[in-house]
Nanobody
Framework: VQLVESGGGLVQAGGSLRLSCAAS????????MGWYRQAPGKERELVAG???????NYLDSVKGRFTISRDNAKNTLYLQMNSLKPEDTAVYYC???????????WGQGTQVTVSS
């Protein structure tokens, strides 16, 4: 499975960005997917996750501002980010989980920078 993110960039505080993650290869194995982020000097953290059935979960600090979704027909994962804050600045990574065989896949990351 290959994952390619797009949609990052520089935006002012209060603005919006939409990240996309296109999956290719053996995508039939993919169950849960998620967006993680890593800011300089900090550990990578889960921002939002979505199961194959569409159940979602969010980091507390992004609830009400970010929305994760997936289009299984297009093998694409999305993250709509609204009301962005400078503390959202990080490299955002797409993740896909394949339970059989147990495998974990990552994209190359896309930079999101929010200026104050």
């Amino acid at each position: 499975v290959q994952l390619v993110e797009s949609g990052g960039g520089l935006v002012q505080a209060g603005g919006s960005l939409r990240l996309s993650c296109a999956a290719s290869g053996d995508t039939i194995c993919i169950s849960a997917m998620g967006w993680y982020r890593q800011a300089p000097g900090k550990e990578r953290e889960l921002v939002a996750g979505i199961t194959s059935g569409g159940s979602t979960n969010y980091l507390d600090s992004v609830k009400g501002r970010f929305t994760i979704s997936r289009d299984n027909a297009k093998n694409t994962l999305y993250l709509q980010m609204n009301s962005l804050k400078p503390e959202d600045t990080a490299v955002y990574y797409c993740n896909a989980d394949c339970p059989v065989p147990a495998s974990d896949y990552w994209g190359q990351g896309t930079q999101v920078t929010v200026s104050s």
